[in-house]
């Protein structure tokens, strides 16, 4: 007699409970994104290539000035890990049913700026520049989740009908793309907080968590803070300016921006002078005991700068050298011992040469002591 059959088992959808449903293949899938994102790789360095050069040119006619404008197409490496990510809610499914569709980092630019305001700026110039498709604001994000983390704006763009239309960006119709725009501190905070690598708040240990926490508050502190400074800074620059045109300068300190309105409303502008040549010359006025532009303007009065250049060099020099030649005829012995170079064996000889020119020449010498008029 042959035994009974068991009875079959049925779940609530009438699927057999002892029938063992197949694994996904996740490297198979991972291989065969892989495969169609090796044949586009190309397309999405040059895309990177071609939206840096849009971006860098704006930033340039809109004299916006950034630390860096990075941009990579993703590593194969990184696409194929990230190609096989399980579901947030079914860790047997893939999270990205097709990868190249629906992964947009493919190409991304990350511009880093110095300050909050050029963050703004940057921000309006990719909505002019670039079609937007997304705008994500992580700051907001992280807020309105209750967590913590970096501030950060994350955009998906393409490139405009426009620029698709000229020859030499059709092939970049329709291709999404990601741009992140963020402040040196946000992104010194990005690089921190992905070096310690805890994938979930939940885990990180209440200490750690502090103290992320009051760094985070820190950054963005010392961003505005930076900001102010910056704010400051241009007021007196602004107001420094101001005097010196006005004739006061017994308030002005010496800085090189207030240096070259002084020596340009002197000695008149001189456009071959570089900006960091009148960085060294308000040191050496500093060196030598200078502390406001009185006593430069004091020092420098009834002197012929240009009579003095044509004895000197047989032509009208530039404005830092009949400048500097005069506070030599000025100063005289005083300007040698404490020019910052006087030990240097070039300057030791040459110096005192160069007074006792002046002298030949008929151009009186003297001994201005600004440390003695302090």
């Not at 609530?12 to 996740?26: R, S």
């Not at 909505?127 to 907001?140: I, N, Y």
């Not at 708040?201 to 950054?219: D, K």
């Not at 020092?299 to 530039?318: E, F, H, L």
């Amino acid at each position: 007699m042959s035994a009974e059959a068991a009875p079959e088992q049925k779940d609530g959808d009438g699927k057999d409970l002892f029938t063992v449903e197949p694994e996904f293949d996740f490297d198979g899938h991972r291989d065969a994104a892989l495969s169609s994102y090796r044949e586009v790789h190309g397309l999405y360095s040059d895309l990177v290539q071609t939206a840096r050069g849009v971006l860098q040119s704006s930033l340039s006619a809109q004299a916006i000035k950034v630390q860096s404008i990075e941009g990579r197409a993703k590593t194969f490496e990184s696409f194929w890990d990230k190609a096989g990510k399980p579901s947030d809610t079914d860790p047997n499914v893939p999270k990205y049913d097709n990868p190249m569709a629906e992964i947009t980092d493919l190409a991304g630019i990350r511009v880093i700026a110095f300050q909050p305001r050029a963050v703004d700026e940057i921000c309006k110039l990719i909505h002019r520049e670039f079609k937007v498709t997304e705008f994500q604001d992580k700051a907001e994000a992280l807020i309105s989740q209750g967590r913590f983390g970096y501030q950060s704006f994350h955009f998906l763009v393409t490139l405009t009908d426009t620029r698709v239309r000229l020859p030499e960006y059709s092939r970049f119709k329709d291709i999404v793309f990601e741009i992140q725009v963020r402040t040196v501190l946000q992104h010194a905070w990005a690089e921190m907080e992905h070096d310690i690598q805890y994938k979930n708040e939940a885990v990180i240990p209440v200490s750690i968590r502090r103290r992320f926490i009051a760094l985070a508050g820190m950054l963005e502190m010392a961003d505005r803070e930076f900001e102010s400074l910056q704010d400051a800074d241009q007021k007196l620059r602004e107001k420094a300016r101001q005097s010196v045109q006005s004739g006061n300068l017994a308030v002005v300190e010496i800085t090189p921006d207030s240096l070259k309105s002084y020596l340009d409303k002197r000695y008149r502008p001189d456009g071959r002078v570089r900006e960091s040549s009148y960085d060294i010359q308000a040191d050496y006025l500093i060196a030598l005991g200078f502390t406001t532009l009185a006593q430069v303007d004091e020092c420098v009065q009834g002197y012929d700068y240009d009579k003095i250049s044509r004895a000197m060099w047989g032509i009208r020099q530039g404005q830092l050298t009949r400048f500097d030649d005069t506070l030599l005829a000025s100063m005289g012995d005083v300007y040698i011992k404490r020019h910052p170079y006087a030990r240097h064996e070039y300057f030791a000889t040459r110096l005192p040469q160069k007074l006792k020119e002046m002298q030949e020449a008929g151009i009186a010498t003297g001994s201005y002591d600004p440390l003695a008029r302090q």
